[in-house]
Structure formats: C-alpha cells, structure tokens
C-alpha cells in the first residue's frame, strides 16, 4: 500500500511539473553580430532555441545544418517572423568573432533571423538551461568538448516553450515549421 501511495504522489508531481510553462527567466547576452539579446527583444515573434559550441567536433555541426535547412524551409513557407536563438555551451572561447566565423560555414539563408549567444560563463549557461530548458550542459574537463544535449526549443512569442523536438537525428523539419506557423496564427 506504501508503494503504490509512493507512486500515486510521484505522478501526481510529475504531471503537476508538467503543467503551465512560464517564460524563461530574463537574460541580456550578446550575438555574433556584437548585439545585445534579450529575452524582451525576443518578444513578439516564435523562435528556435538549441545549446551549440563553435569548436563542437560531434553534434553542433549537424544540429546548426539542420537549423539552417528549417530556415530554408521557413523561406520557401513564406514564413518571416521568427528568430533562430543558440546558446553558446562554450562561452570562454565563443567570441562573438568566432561565432561569426562558425556560421559562415554554413548556407544560412538569412543571417540576420540568427542569434549566436554569448557573454556569461559556462557555469551560468549550466544553470540557465538547467532551469529554464531542463537541459544538461556540462564542461568535460578531460578534452576541450562540452557535453550538452541535442533539443530544439521552439519558443512562443511570450518566450514559453511551446514544443521540443530532436535536433540532430530524424529532424522533423515540416512540424517544427507547422508548429513555428501556427505560432503566428
């Protein structure tokens, strides 16, 4: 009986944390561009947030890729207002410069909807996406990798998480731009 009151009251907890999303709490971070960005600017219009670092070796090369084909996609939609929002996992070596540098690898149809973060250190970032994204950042101290996870975030215009989806395998590009369109409905 013990047990199964133990497992009632988890549940109930888990659904419980699951219901209501709040705006992530505020941040002032700067860009690839030299630019401030907060959560204030981000207001008004859905956007895309994922956890990426420039000198990434596994993931953030398929996942920045795969931002950069649902930007095509939103494009060839017709779909105009949003923003694409990274937050460097790295930010001691993610200059803004090199954030630039990083995205001009990639066929980014509209640089200027891109918003490469930086400007705290990587314990803040750890913190910020713990509690705002429940996500895992962590600095390997073995290597000069960081370990994060691979979600995409798309963000309501109140700045709320509206959907996750996976972001580096089996990327489901035509419902994060159905999801990111009927944000603007």
């Known amino acids: 009986m013990k047990k199964?009151?133990?497992?009632?009251?988890?549940a109930?907890?888990?659904?419980?944390?699951a219901?209501?999303?709040?705006?992530?709490?505020?941040?002032?971070?700067?860009?690839?561009?030299?630019?401030?960005?907060?959560?204030?600017?981000?207001?008004?219009?859905?956007w895309l947030a994922a956890f990426v670092f420039t000198n990434c070796d596994t993931v953030c090369?398929?996942?920045?890729?795969?931002?950069?084909?649902?930007?095509?996609?939103?494009?060839?939609?017709?779909?105009?207002?949003?923003?694409i929002v990274a937050f460097s996992?790295?930010?001691?070596r993610d200059t803004p410069e090199k954030m630039q540098e990083y995205l001009a690898?990639?066929?980014?149809?509209?640089?200027?909807?891109?918003?490469?973060?930086?400007?705290?250190t990587q314990p803040e970032i750890a913190e910020f996406a713990k509690d705002n994204f429940q996500a895992f950042v962590k600095d390997d101290p073995s290597s000069d990798q960081v370990v994060?996870?691979?979600?995409?975030?798309?963000?309501?215009?109140n700045g709320?998480?509206?959907?996750?989806?996976?972001?580096?395998i089996d990327v489901p590009i035509e419902a994060i731009v159905d999801d990111l369109a009927s944000q603007l409905e």
């Not at 996992?89 to 001691?92: F, S």
């Not at 709320?160 to 580096?168: F, H, M, R």
Request: overall charge negative.
């Open 61 to 83: 090369p398929p996942m920045t890729f795969n931002l950069a084909s649902i930007q095509e996609k939103l494009i060839d939609e017709g779909i105009e207002d949003y923003r």
């Open 105 to 120: 690898n990639y066929s980014v149809a509209d640089e200027s909807k891109w918003n490469l973060l930086t400007g705290y």
């Open 12 to 17: 109930v907890l888990l659904l419980l944390s």
């Open 89 to 92: 996992v790295d930010p001691a």
């Open 4 to 10: 199964r009151m133990a497992l009632l009251a988890i």
């Open 148 to 157: 994060h996870g691979t979600t995409f975030y798309l963000m309501d215009s």
């Open 160 to 168: 709320e998480i509206a959907e996750t989806y996976d972001g580096y």
């Open 19 to 46: 219901c209501g999303n709040e705006a992530i709490e505020d941040f002032s971070y700067t860009n690839q561009r030299g630019e401030t960005v907060t959560n204030d600017s981000l207001k008004g219009e859905p």
